[in-house]
């Protein structure tokens, strides 16, 4: 006879139906898996077998063939252990409401002793399932709450194997757990805008960064609060949508970094890798493929701090990513694809020493290692950033300032207001590659020239600065996008000279430091 169980398979950030088929025969006494297994399903026979016996329910001695289809996308972990147990109790007639069973999906990875222990992606799989249209899903307890996210599909968490046994057999049902939005989601909030003294312009670069969602590069000596600033950003991001806490919570949980009593993440990322990290922690691959830092902070900030240290070649591997919102990584069994859509935000001191341009202390660099220090920028990455403001050393005047900085609540009531205004213009505007637009600064060509359109008195500021800062077209194209921004901030409908002016500024730094 054969038996049939349902579980779910992990492609990239993606889940498909798995089909375990449980096939046994009285002749021989073996257990094989087959369908395109790795090792770790491959091993899946020894808990199999180890939670059967510990949990005294009888293993079946007789030949058992579990084949998982579709068998050629490869098996990969231990998530389908709990799925082959099943089809086999249910080919053995150790479960007397099998049946129940036909329109459930089941997740887990077995303890020799027949404990179920939490997996990654669970999330992920329980979209598939539903999708697949079952009506039941059978988790880890501890991914119970993850999965309660979907609606639409019983969720069901599950200790241990005789739970299991128990409720198909009327014994001690187990109830479905419902979603509860967790309180300490939202206790992980980010520090507030209100502790930073001074640096007004800088505290304004982010908020306009924020708004346009425009990539940020912090420049000035040590100690002026740059890190200080960029770890602020998350807190005045506009609130996640549904759809973009699903996305982001999915690369966590397929990477393991769900806290077991999380379920959805609901605040905006913040990624803030070391320099000393390599390219594919970064960007995403290796041999196991696993999203990377840029895919983690999706929907979010990702920030390096003290970007000069960074190997070029590991901050040349953000340039697709930045361009295309999502990195593709090519592996033998097939193409996996991680969204990565964040903002970069980075710091860096102007030299060695940490002080050229500084009003009082002297820079005891050379100038040509000023020039290899920031040569180590690439400048193809530096096209991507929007806006690169310093940070200068604050006076005692504003280190005394005695009055509290505005907080992040009333900067983030600003930004949400800009973005609105955003959402409505792109509604209906898409990037080349198909991604939707939300910001300002995912507008390509075609849209700058549609939506910034500049009247004579603006067009003729920018002519002067296109000739006195010697801009590029692209250049130019990033003026105009903060600009627009500026604009939504100032809930202007057309771009007025003031912030064209505006926009300018947050670009001076290219004359004083790249030129
Ligand atoms: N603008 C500021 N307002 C309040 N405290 C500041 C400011 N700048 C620096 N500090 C203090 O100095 C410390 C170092 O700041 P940090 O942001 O790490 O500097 P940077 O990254 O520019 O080297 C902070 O933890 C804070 O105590
Ligand atoms: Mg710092």
Redesign the pocket.
């Known amino acids: 006879m054969i038996s049939y169980a349902y579980t779910a398979g992990l492609f990239g950030i993606d889940s498909y139906e798995v089909t375990v088929e449980c096939h046994s025969d009285v002749k021989l006494s073996v257990f094989e898996i087959v369908g395109l297994p790795d090792n770790a399903v491959k091993e899946a026979k020894e808990r199999v077998r180890a939670a059967f016996v510990n949990s005294r329910l009888p293993f079946p001695d007789r030949e058992i063939i579990v084949n998982l289809a579709p068998a050629d996308m490869r098996k990969e972990g231990s998530s389908f252990d709990l799925a082959i147990l099943v089809s086999i109790l249910i080919n053995t007639d150790q479960l007397e409401n099998a049946h129940l069973a036909n329109d459930a999906c089941f997740i887990g990875e077995l303890s020799l002793s027949g404990d179920i222990r939490r997996v990654n992606g669970v999330l992920c799989m329980a979209i598939a399932a539903k999708n697949a249209g079952r009506k039941k899903i059978f988790v880890p307890y501890e991914n119970a709450q993850e999965a309660s996210v979907v609606s639409g599909i019983e969720v069901y968490g599950v200790k241990n194997v005789l739970e299991i046994v128990d409720h198909f057999n009327g014994l001690r049902p187990l109830t479905p757990v419902t979603y509860e939005p967790n309180e300490n989601e939202d206790s992980l909030k980010y520090p507030d805008f209100k502790?930073?003294?001074?640096?007004k312009g800088a505290k304004r670069a982010a908020e306009i960064a924020a708004a346009g969602g425009h990539n940020l590069l912090?420049i000035?000596?040590?100690?002026?609060?740059?890190?200080?600033?960029?770890k602020r950003i998350p807190s005045i991001l506009p609130e996640m949508t549904f759809e973009e806490s699903i996305e982001t919570t999915k690369v966590h949980s397929i990477s393991g970094l769900l806290p077991s009593d999380a379920s959805l993440i609901r605040t905006r990322p913040f990624r803030s890798p070391h320099h000393t990290m390599s390219a594919p922690a970064l960007a995403g691959g290796g041999k196991i493929p696993m999203p990377g830092e840029v895919s983690l902070a999706n929907n979010g900030v990702l920030f390096l701090?003290e970007l000069p240290e960074f190997n070029r070649q590991v901050t040349e591997s953000l340039r697709q990513p930045l361009e295309d919102g999502k990195i593709t990584i090519t592996r033998t069994m097939g193409r996996l694809t991680y969204p990565c859509s964040f903002m970069l935000v980075c710091?860096m001191?102007p030299c060695k020493c940490g002080y050229f341009g500084h009003p009082t202390k002297e820079c005891t660099c050379k100038p040509t290692d000023i020039k290899k220090y920031i040569s180590k920028i690439s400048g193809p990455l530096l096209d991507r950033i929007d806006i690169q403001i310093e940070?200068p050393s604050?006076n005692y005047k504003?280190?005394s300032q005695k009055e509290e900085s505005e907080s992040s609540a009333a900067i983030r009531e600003r930004v949400n207001k800009a973005r609105k205004i955003m959402q409505e213009r792109f509604k209906d505007e898409k990037t080349e590659v198909g991604n939707q637009i939300t910001c300002n600064a995912q507008m390509e060509a075609k849209h700058i020239r549609k939506y910034c359109k500049l009247s004579s008195d603006c067009s003729s500021l920018m002519e002067q600065a296109f000739n006195a800062l010697g801009l590029s077209a692209r250049g130019h194209d990033r003026i105009l996008r903060l600009a627009r921004t500026i604009a939504d901030l100032a809930d202007c409908k057309e771009i007025e000279p003031c912030h064209i002016a505006e926009a300018i500024q947050l670009r001076s730094l290219d004359k004083k430091y790249f030129k």
Do not use: W
Not at 220 to 230: E, L, R, V, Y
């Open positions: 502790d930073v003294l001074g640096q912090l000035g000596p040590p100690g002026t609060g740059k890190s200080m600033i960029a701090d710091a001191n940070v604050l504003e280190m």
